[in-house]
């Protein structure tokens, strides 16, 4: 197997083949699929092993110290030999990973082989293809939790660690100095524990990810912004607590912390700096100076870390191993967002160019990730797969011709405010249409809908509805939770079948959707993807003319802040936001596009409002749609551009149109509101329904694109591609 050494000697850094480690009783044998560079702690010894020897000796002043002793202990000669024996040692790296379980030793039940573990220990969770891991420095990844996520573990630890011994309470305010790996994950954690966080690093981009994190304000400790901001936080008493993040060989950070300090605040130290604390300053505040010692109880305590016994909950309740497992915990809840942190991931074999580029500052980064070849798709992700299912139509029902002077006969499944204003104002005057019956679950929506539309009966009975054979269609028009139940009973009814999108939340309805096609061989349904139908597009389109290379597509969706008490919030019941109307979207990507997806890479700021989603479809074409909440009302909502063969399609808010090429077109402005398509979306659905003809979108093309919607979420979890497989 491959692993990272390196010479501290020489300064050599290098990726040896060395045996693969047996698997010893009370531990398991990890194959790696991430492993985490500690940018501080790891940066700071390759740096150590490539200075001279005076400089190593001025570094470590604590080793001096024991070869000193040494010296008067067993001479030069034998001192001397045994220095530079061990000086001239490959020595490993690496002490936070992620991996599946390939064997368990005797003694261990809690994982079995295949389990994703996270793991730490810079003797046990190295930058190596294997490695064994006693029992309490490795704990099972949560569910759905993405493995270069995990990856985080031990740093996490550590950050938690310091942020206990800090004892932080509910409203309080505290200073993280050193906003490197370890200081990010500090802000949030103290953020996730409801504290309000000051932060103070020289990097003005460390300070803008901080605050992105969470943090209330942050600066540059040498300027009056953090003081200022501590000032106006604490009414001008001081921080509760300051936590110690940073390193290098400055007094400054200790000095900031007991000027910024409240009086009997707690100072934590977690990195490895300056402590020459200036007696006057932390004697009269009377600062109460705490260490935090790496990932907690049970540090460098032989009999727990590698003989597995364990520290009763009851008197030791926060151990490594129980750090460990609630970070990883906070993670997959979204407590902790360790995603923008990554600045690179790195192939394994690339580790020694990594860190060269690291040292010598060529790549500035908070965290770097490596990534072994055995699981570049299959560490990557815990759910690289979402099915498409395959559409099987049985033998049953079909609908008939109507003649041109019998009435389409419609009946209507909720009547709220989509329905009422985009919906049934288009159909309530069409000709040869009438509008039945309209089903709400309150009696008062449904006598609105009926005065206001002119319907011939109001119910709440549901099952009236379906089993009145004179209906023609159904439009399922309600809350996205009762989409796929309700199109899988109008189905089953034999009727045509108009939903409102999303068509199904889950995998599991989608599948229930296509199980009612196939046992009643009625497939006769269109979900309201209602922007391919949309005159301006549909015109733009034309000019742009085919295309004989791969497409790029952008399509930014500034979908603004919900209202308070919106429905589209119960995400617990009705899905996220994106589940409920990204369809749309990839829908009409597909549609410019004339193909369906066939993997899905899905991203998102913490808590996941503002989503980059990025679709690759089969001929090389890609289609990026960013779906934000956070833009300024006054933008237009939706901007399209797609760029293929020296051509450019623009669409603005479907106003104005534009296709530029060797002559450029440009629409003009439309004298009314935009017209997203709906009116010839419903005339499309109509004419299929009088006549029997096919309808307006393929079946196989809306399972595609709602598969490729539920997939953003999958794989938003996972933190990687997913492919879109074909079922057959």
């Not at 030069?76 to 990973?97: E, Q």
């Not at 793991?119 to 270069?148: I, Q």
């Not at 009145?468 to 009762?482: E, G, L, N, Y």
Request: proline share 5%; net charge neutral; hydrophobic share 40%.
């Amino acid at each position: 197997m491959k692993q990272v050494v390196q010479n501290y000697k020489s300064g050599e850094l290098a990726v040896l083949d060395v045996p693969v480690p047996g698997c010893k009783p009370g531990g398991v044998l990890v194959r790696t699929a991430y492993s985490l560079i500690s940018t501080g702690t790891e940066l700071m010894k390759v740096s150590e092993a490539g200075m001279s020897m005076l400089g190593k000796a001025r570094s470590r002043p604590d080793q001096v110290a024991k070869v000193m002793q040494s010296v008067a202990t067993n001479g030069v000669p034998a001192t001397y030999r045994k220095v530079m024996g061990k000086l001239d040692s490959y020595t490993p790296l690496g002490y936070s990973l992620c991996g599946v379980v390939e064997q368990v030793g005797t003694g261990i039940d809690d994982v079995k082989v295949g389990d994703l573990v996270a793991c730490a220990g810079n003797e046990h969770a190295l930058h190596a293809e294997l490695n064994w891991v006693p029992k309490n420095l490795y704990t099972p990844v949560p569910d759905g939790l993405a493995p270069r996520h995990a990856a985080f573990g031990t740093v996490g630890s550590i950050a938690m660690q310091g942020v206990r011994q800090g004892e932080p309470q509910l409203g309080e305010v505290a200073l993280v100095i050193g906003l490197g790996l370890i200081g990010q994950l500090v802000v949030q954690l103290l953020t996730a524990a409801g504290v309000r966080v000051v932060g103070a690093d020289p990097d003005p981009t460390r300070c803008e990810l901080a605050e992105r994190l969470g943090a209330a304000a942050c600066g540059d400790p040498a300027s009056a912004a953090v003081e200022a901001a501590v000032a106006e936080l604490t009414d001008g008493h001081g921080v509760d607590q300051v936590y110690l993040a940073a390193g290098g060989g400055s007094n400054q950070p200790v000095e900031l912390a007991a000027r910024l300090a409240r009086d009997r605040g707690r100072v934590v130290d977690i990195g490895k700096c300056r402590l020459d604390l200036p007696w006057n300053a932390y004697y009269e505040k009377e600062l109460d100076v705490r260490f935090s010692r790496s990932y907690g109880p049970g540090r460098y305590d032989p009999s727990y870390e590698l003989e597995g016994r364990d520290y009763p909950i009851g008197y030791v309740r926060w151990t490594e191993r129980r750090n460990l497992a609630c970070f990883l915990d906070l993670l997959a809840r979204g407590s902790v967002d360790v995603e923008p942190l990554v600045s690179h991931v790195a192939d394994f074999d690339d580790a020694v160019e990594t860190y060269q580029r690291l040292k010598d500052g060529e790549l500035k980064a908070v965290a770097v990730l490596f990534r072994y070849p055995e699981h570049a798709g299959e560490g990557e992700a815990q759910a690289p797969e979402v099915a498409v299912p395959a559409v099987r139509r049985g033998g049953g029902a079909s609908t008939p011709a109507r003649s041109a002077k019998t009435p389409v006969r419609l009946a209507f499944v909720g009547a709220g405010n989509y329905a009422t204003s985009m919906l049934l104002p288009h159909l309530a005057q069409r000709e040869g249409v009438e509008l039945s019956t309209v089903v709400t679950t309150t009696a008062l929506s449904a006598a609105n809908a009926q005065r206001k539309f002119g319907f011939a009966e109001a119910t709440t009975d549901l099952d009236s509805v379906l089993g009145d054979k004179s209906i023609d269609a159904v439009f399922v028009v309600t809350r996205h939770s009762s989409h796929a139940e309700l199109t899988r009973q109008a189905l089953l009814a034999g009727k045509t079948v108009f939903v409102e999108k999303p068509l199904a939340l889950t995998e599991d309805e989608l599948a229930g959707v296509l199980a009612a096609v196939e046992e009643s061989g009625n497939d006769r349904l269109q979900v309201g993807f209602n922007r391919r139908f949309a005159p301006l597009l549909q015109d733009a389109k034309k000019r742009f003319g085919a295309r004989t290379g791969p497409a790029s597509l952008r399509y930014l969706v500034n979908a603004g802040l919900l209202g308070h008490g919106s429905w589209y919030l119960q995400q617990g019941t009705e899905g996220s936001r994106f589940a409920g109307e990204g369809g749309h979207f990839i829908d009409t990507a597909s549609w410019l596009l004339e193909a369906d997806p066939v993997s899905v890479y899905a991203v998102a700021t913490s808590g996941n409002e503002d989503l980059q989603v990025v679709l690759r479809y089969p001929d090389g074409s890609t289609a990026t749609i960013s779906y934000v909440t956070t833009g300024a009302a006054s933008f237009p909502k939706e901007t399209l551009d797609l760029v293929a063969d020296g051509k450019v399609l623009r669409l603005d808010d479907f106003v104005r149109a534009s296709v530029y090429g060797r002559k450029r077109w440009v629409s003009s402005r439309l004298p009314k509101a935009r017209d997203k398509g709906q009116n010839a979306e419903l005339a499309a659905f109509i004419k299929a329904v009088r006549t029997g003809g096919p309808m307006p979108v393929p079946l196989e093309s809306l399972v595609a694109t709602t598969a490729a919607t539920l997939a953003v979420q999958t794989g938003l979890v996972g933190g990687a591609p997913v492919t879109l497989a074909r079922a057959r």
